[in-house]
């Protein structure tokens, strides 16, 4: 039964199989194709690039026969002009934009993991194809060693648990035997040397960028087994993809395995099975899984902590609001005990004005540019001459009110409260002199 093909979250179905037309759902992220500059080294990058080129609609049986074809140019296109870009000091103590891009690129699953597996794959490839058709054209010798820099978490960092992938032209190999005790060297030295300074390498990178790398039980994790023959096998039959596998440091190859002119096969010592590539691609993969779930964690402690520093600034907020609430019912039951005893003794007089108690804490200035000071406590309890002034006028029963307007309103509305209480023009403005002089 045949794989579902893979769908990233931005609805872009996997590099083997681009659609015709963009994700049928309006609004939806990626909706449209990315512009040639944005395009990345990535899933995501060969998806939106065969969207802009297209398959030749016209005669979809081109497309369907040379697909392969078509996805290697395309990895060649966003790979092209890489080796000569002068950004290879990107990378001098941190993982190169390229490694985060495709990181972000694919969801953090199963299928994002499989589809960045085949995406790395299908690279590799390339430039095996390329190498062996350089050797072809011009009857030269190539010779490729690629190590990556991640191993299942807990692995040793030791040649010996580690694995090189080493282009070799297979003509070559099967001609000149002599050279297999150099050739497995130099794998030995690349892994001893190179291999294992790219994996630490890549641990510090990992843990600078606060990745949390799983420990995994050591009986899980071996040694490789000293091969029966110098050369192994091709991966697959007819190819020029050879494995080669560490041995401890300091240990020759041809020391430990005899060269064979008529074979290159491993024996019954194997080192590790298809069973067992099997199940070290499935460790590698849980291994990647269980750092996604690291940093979800992460993301979730920090999401938890906002929410209670949160619920905290809203719990003060609101005790905040309900005394500023209980200030202005106490401002309101004043008034009211104010218009009552002013009814009591006058049932004629006019209402006090109604102010409110945040005008109290509002400065003003007087046209001179001069701030206006609040009265003392003791000048609105006291104010003799206020008192005597509004005696001699018959007008004692607007002191209540007087005291409430110096109490609650900026000096510069008194003039308008105490038109309120409708008295005649001259008097309104000696008892406006008269309460500035005393209380100002």
Same mark, same amino acid.
């Given at each position: 039964?045949?794989?579902?093909?893979?769908?990233?979250?931005?609805?872009?179905?996997?590099?083997?199989?681009?659609?015709?037309? !963009?994700? %049928?759902?309006?609004?939806?992220?990626?909706?449209?194709?990315?512009?040639?500059?944005?395009?990345?080294?990535?899933?995501?990058?060969?998806?939106?690039?065969?969207?802009?080129?297209?398959?030749?609609?016209?005669?979809?049986?081109?497309?369907?026969?040379?697909?392969?074809?078509?996805?290697?140019?395309?990895?060649?296109?966003?790979?092209?002009?890489?080796?000569?870009?002068?950004?290879?000091?990107?990378?001098?103590?941190?993982?190169?934009?390229? /490694?985060? $891009?495709?990181?972000?690129?694919?969801?953090?699953?199963? =299928?994002?993991? &499989?589809?960045?597996?085949?995406?790395?794959?299908?690279?590799?490839?390339?430039?095996?194809?390329?190498?062996?058709?350089?050797?072809? &054209?011009?009857?030269?010798?190539?010779?490729?060693?690629?190590?990556?820099? &991640?191993?299942?978490?807990?692995?040793?960092? $030791?040649?010996?648990?580690?694995?090189?992938?080493?282009?070799? !032209?297979?003509?070559?190999?099967?001609?000149?035997?002599?050279?297999?005790? =150099?050739?497995?060297?130099?794998?030995?030295?690349?892994?001893?040397?190179?291999?294992?300074?790219?994996?630490?390498?890549?641990?510090?990178?990992?843990?600078?960028?606060?990745?949390?790398?799983?420990?995994?039980?050591?009986?899980?994790?071996?040694?490789?087994?000293?091969?029966?023959?110098?050369?192994?096998?091709?991966?697959?039959?007819?190819?020029?993809?050879?494995?080669?596998?560490?041995?401890?440091?300091?240990?020759?190859?041809?020391?430990?395995?005899?060269?064979?002119?008529?074979?290159?096969?491993?024996?019954?010592?194997?080192?590790?099975?298809?069973?067992?590539?099997?199940?070290?691609?499935?460790?590698?993969?849980?291994?990647?899984?269980?750092?996604?779930?690291?940093?979800?964690?992460?993301?979730?402690?920090?999401?938890?902590?906002?929410?209670?520093?949160?619920?905290?600034?809203? &719990?003060?907020?609101?005790?905040?609001?309900?005394? %500023?609430?209980?200030?202005?019912?106490?401002?309101?039951?004043?008034?009211?005990?104010?218009?009552?005893?002013?009814?009591?003794?006058?049932?004629?007089?006019? %209402?006090?004005?109604?102010?409110?108690?945040?005008?109290?804490?509002?400065?003003?200035?007087?046209?001179?540019?001069?701030?206006?000071?609040?009265?003392?406590?003791?000048?609105? =309890?006291?104010?003799?001459?206020?008192?005597?002034?509004?005696?001699?006028?018959?007008?004692?029963?607007?002191?209540?009110?007087?005291?409430?307007?110096?109490?609650? %309103?900026? $000096?510069?509305?008194?003039?308008?409260?105490?038109?309120?209480?409708?008295?005649?023009?001259?008097?309104?403005?000696?008892? /406006?002199?008269?309460?500035?002089?005393?209380?100002?």
């Amino acid at each position: 039964m045949s794989r579902a093909p893979f769908t990233h979250f931005w609805g872009a179905p996997d590099i083997r199989n681009p659609p015709v037309a !963009p994700p %049928a759902r309006d609004g939806y992220p990626g909706r449209h194709p990315l512009p040639f500059h944005a395009l990345k080294f990535n899933p995501l990058g060969l998806y939106d690039l065969r969207r802009r080129l297209g398959i030749l609609k016209q005669d979809p049986s081109i497309w369907n026969t040379y697909r392969r074809q078509f996805l290697a140019g395309d990895i060649a296109w966003l790979a092209s002009g890489a080796s000569d870009d002068n950004l290879h000091d990107q990378g001098f103590n941190t993982f190169f934009p390229e /490694l985060k $891009a495709l990181r972000d690129s694919l969801p953090s699953d199963d =299928a994002g993991y &499989t589809a960045r597996g085949e995406f790395t794959e299908s690279a590799r490839k390339v430039i095996w194809d390329l190498a062996t058709m350089l050797d072809r &054209t011009l009857g030269s010798t190539t010779m490729i060693l690629h190590v990556p820099g &991640t191993t299942v978490p807990g692995t040793p960092l $030791a040649p010996e648990y580690l694995r090189a992938s080493v282009y070799l !032209p297979p003509a070559f190999i099967h001609r000149h035997p002599e050279t297999h005790p =150099a050739i497995a060297q130099i794998a030995q030295s690349f892994l001893e040397f190179v291999g294992v300074a790219t994996v630490a390498t890549w641990v510090a990178n990992a843990r600078r960028e606060g990745w949390k790398l799983t420990q995994t039980a050591s009986n899980t994790i071996r040694p490789n087994s000293a091969p029966d023959h110098l050369i192994p096998d091709p991966k697959q039959p007819g190819s020029s993809h050879y494995i080669f596998r560490g041995l401890p440091a300091g240990r020759r190859p041809d020391d430990v395995t005899p060269p064979s002119p008529t074979s290159t096969r491993y024996g019954s010592e194997e080192p590790l099975s298809a069973e067992g590539d099997a199940l070290l691609t499935a460790l590698e993969r849980v291994a990647a899984l269980e750092g996604e779930v690291h940093l979800l964690h992460d993301l979730l402690d920090s999401t938890t902590a906002e929410q209670r520093n949160s619920i905290r600034e809203l &719990t003060q907020l609101q005790a905040q609001l309900n005394a %500023a609430e209980a200030r202005e019912e106490g401002y309101e039951e004043e008034r009211r005990e104010l218009q009552r005893h002013i009814g009591s003794q006058n049932p004629r007089s006019p %209402a006090p004005p109604t102010y409110n108690a945040s005008s109290q804490a509002t400065p003003t200035r007087s046209r001179g540019g001069t701030p206006f000071a609040s009265p003392s406590k003791t000048s609105v =309890a006291a104010l003799p001459r206020t008192t005597e002034f509004l005696k001699a006028h018959g007008l004692l029963a607007h002191l209540p009110a007087i005291r409430m307007m110096i109490r609650h %309103a900026p $000096a510069t509305k008194w003039f308008q409260d105490i038109a309120g209480f409708d008295l005649d023009e001259l008097v309104a403005e000696e008892l /406006l002199e008269c309460l500035t002089q005393e209380c100002l």
